[in-house]
């Protein structure tokens, strides 16, 4: 199983994600561009994985003690890459975010999860493969002039397949934050 843990939005969030990915696709059409229904902020992401490890992970997310948080969505950035960049949506600094995640990477390397160190960078890729003909429309991309603020109040570990040769994510299991 391909799994990873993520914070999982409503339609409000994906509309407004979508807007902004409609922006750089008006710029620059033949890009990937992330499915609507797979947009997500990855947590932490586990790769192949044996289905006898569910438990274990589980058992990970329910010992996380995180109320629900506000989260805010307030500048589209960019992974630069040779092959074309990396677009994402990303999150104001938020402490309970980087609290969270820090105790989902620490409870699960603590059971024997060999994952990423690399920084925690808060965001929801939006598409991949971008070569804009000009660094002023990224400029005008960069700006979000209206954030959007929203409530996270689970956290959801999921699998991504292929279904009919569609990369698909389906929630394996949810944990409700608890105040």
Not at 42 to 50: A, H, K, N, R, Y
């Amino acid at each position: 199983m391909r799994l990873f843990i993520a914070i999982n939005f409503d339609e409000k969030v994906r509309q407004f994600l979508g807007a902004h990915q409609k922006k750089i696709q008006t710029l620059c059409p033949q890009g990937k561009f992330t499915r609507y229904q797979n947009m997500h902020l990855t947590l932490i992401f586990l790769g192949e994985t044996p289905q006898e490890d569910l438990p274990a992970i589980i058992t990970s997310m329910e010992e996380i003690q995180t109320r629900p948080f506000w989260l805010t969505f307030d500048a589209v950035g960019r992974f630069k890459r040779k092959d074309g960049d990396i677009y994402w949506m990303g999150t104001r600094v938020n402490q309970t975010l980087h609290k969270l995640r820090r105790q989902l990477y620490e409870r699960l390397t603590q059971i024997g999860f060999n994952l990423d160190s690399r920084p925690f960078n808060a965001h929801i890729t939006l598409a991949r493969a971008i070569k804009l003909s000009c660094e002023d429309d990224y400029e005008t991309l960069k700006v979000v002039t209206n954030p959007l603020e929203v409530s996270v109040d689970c956290i959801s570990l999921m699998e991504s397949t292929h279904l009919k040769g569609i990369l698909t994510y389906r929630e394996v299991y949810g944990k409700k934050l608890s105040p």
